[in-house]
């Protein structure tokens, strides 16, 4: 009951017990359009991740499920198919990368996609509340955070106030194979990896990976050429 009223909460949607089931599409999400269902396997979804994406770069962009019927339909709870833990950088808004729309993206957010507490436990509602089966770790072309982690620890430099903390944890990433720029883009895949690597270790999300109902994607977002594609 105590996960009911959890869940019930944190969507916005009234305590009825059998309302939906975790891995279901729900009804909301099916009359949004006729040709339109809620990716309901990893690979559904990440299908639909890479085809809006590749409208978004060739702008051809559909801008869906934004119409006055899905806003009402809202009101009632959501039914995202995805996670998408990304940076927190103002050029890299999944919603419009993915060309998706309300309710379709749930978008976790942190300077070079750092891992603390609450966003790993905003990633864990996701799947484990919301039954999402897919979760993409973005990081993109030029980040910042990761540029500032770099840089700080080639000069010994101590970062202001809690900027310091994002960079001690973007540390560990840093690819010293390389130097220059060349480490500071090398390290922004490796801390997609590291992350990637984190989420998946997580007992509770490894049981639903196990059982086929989980995918954790690495991925890069390219500023030159807007292409999000995988990292192994």
Not at 83 to 88: A, D, H, P, T
Request: aromatic share 4%.
């Amino acid at each position: 009951m105590r996960r009911t009223l959890l869940r019930a909460a944190l969507t916005g949607t009234a305590v009825t017990a059998g309302a939906w089931a975790l891995d279901a599409p729900a009804a909301s999400a099916r009359t949004r359009s006729a040709e339109w269902l809620r990716p309901a396997t990893p690979e559904a979804a990440l299908k639909e991740l890479n085809a809006g994406n590749r409208r978004w770069r060739t702008f051809r962009e559909k801008h869906p499920h934004e119409t006055h019927a899905v806003r009402r339909e809202a009101v009632s709870g959501q039914h995202p198919f995805a996670v998408v833990l990304g940076c927190i950088d103002s050029r890299v808004p999944p919603e419009l990368v993915f060309d998706q729309g309300l309710g379709d993206l749930m978008t976790v957010r942190s300077a070079g996609e750092v891992l603390d507490e609450a966003v790993l436990g905003s990633v864990a509602y996701g799947v484990l509340e919301l039954g999402i089966p897919l979760v993409l770790v973005l990081g993109h072309q030029s980040c910042g955070a990761v540029s500032a982690a770099v840089r700080a620890e080639e000069s010994g430099e101590e970062l202001p106030a809690h900027i310091q903390y994002i960079a001690d944890q973007i540390k560990p990433a840093i690819d010293r194979s390389v130097t220059g720029d060349a480490r500071i883009d090398a390290t922004i895949s490796a801390q997609v990896q590291l992350v990637r690597a984190r989420l998946s270790a997580e007992p509770d999300l490894a049981a639903r990976i196990t059982e086929g109902r989980l995918a954790i994607v690495g991925a890069r977002y390219e500023l030159t050429n807007q292409l999000v594609h995988r990292i192994a």
